[in-house]
């Protein structure tokens, strides 16, 4: 791996640490709705009611997306950082521990970087959905 490489793992790396603060407000957001569930929930209106367990369910895919974000953001700081060597080493390990089926060729590293990218959008899209749906029941909270 050469130097460019490693510096684009490092800035790959770098983007998924900055979006943490995404991940943080989707776990909020799901927590208050669990909790506006728990406490209130025969008081709510049912589109309230909905619109927050929307929230929550919502907050399940939430959490996967932002766990296969940490992933990757911890494999590309070991890919920078020269502790996983190549790409091919990534994707054995990543076979071994039963992550990832072994590929029959090994991606290129501009690949992983789009798909961890897409990643990214779909994990931000999914968040701005909870934050839709919180916004919405709180807004038809009152509405009986």
Request: charge should be positive.
């Amino acid at each position: 791996m050469n130097d460019n490489d490693r510096a684009l793992c490092a800035t790959t790396a770098s983007l998924l640490h900055a979006a943490g603060g995404i991940a943080a407000l989707g776990l909020a957001l799901s927590g208050i709705a669990l909790g506006v569930l728990a406490l209130t929930a025969r008081s709510l209106s049912l589109t309230s009611c909905m619109g927050f367990g929307a929230v929550a369910i919502i907050g399940v895919l939430e959490r996967y997306l932002a766990l296969r974000l940490r992933l990757d953001a911890g494999l590309f700081e070991g890919l920078a950082r020269g502790n996983i060597a190549s790409l091919s080493a990534l994707d054995s390990a990543l076979g071994r521990i039963g992550v990832r089926q072994l590929p029959d060729a090994s991606r290129a590293l501009a690949e992983r970087v789009f798909g961890t990218r897409q990643l990214l959008q779909r994990h931000g899209i999914t968040v701005a959905c909870q934050a839709a749906m919180f916004l919405l029941a709180l807004l038809t909270q009152d509405m009986q």
